[in-house]
């Protein structure tokens, strides 16, 4: 499975963005594709996540309300609108997808449950 992410850029604090990630290869697979990101001298942390099959949706509280992850089953592609973003948004977002079936309640928030990653798109938020 190849992941291409785009749509990062440089913006104004309130502003927004759409993030894609294409998957390619054999997705058949995909149980959930999540989105993490990566600030300046900080960890990878979960941003939020998608359940493949059914749309469920989850996200970390910094972005709750203000992202929405979303997918396209048939362009195979993810999506994550953020909205008013804020200069602590500012961050490599990588997207990444899983092949792990875990029953309904589980979320999908742990980068060890992710196998393929995308190469990241920078997300600049000035103030």
């Known amino acids: 499975v190849q992941l291409q992410a785009s749509g990062g850029g440089l913006v104004q604090a309130g502003d927004s963005l759409r993030l894609s990630c294409a998957a390619s290869g054999r997705t058949m697979s995909t149980r959930a594709m999540g989105w993490f990101r990566q600030a300046p001298g900080k960890e990878r942390e979960f941003v939020a996540s998608?359940?493949?099959?059914?749309?469920?949706?989850s996200y970390a509280e910094s972005v709750e309300g203000r992202f929405t992850i979303s997918r396209d089953d048939a362009k195979n592609t993810g999506y994550l609108q953020m909205n008013n973003l804020s200069p602590e948004d500012t961050a490599v977002y990588f997207c990444?997808?899983?092949?792990?079936?875990?029953?309904?309640?589980?979320?999908?928030?742990?980068?060890?449950?992710?196998?393929?990653w995308g190469q990241g798109t920078l997300v600049t938020v000035s103030s």
């Open positions: 998608i359940r493949w099959s059914n749309g469920r949706a």
């Open positions: 990444a997808t899983s092949t792990r079936a875990y029953p309904g309640d589980i979320v999908y928030n742990s980068a060890r449950v992710f196998s393929y």
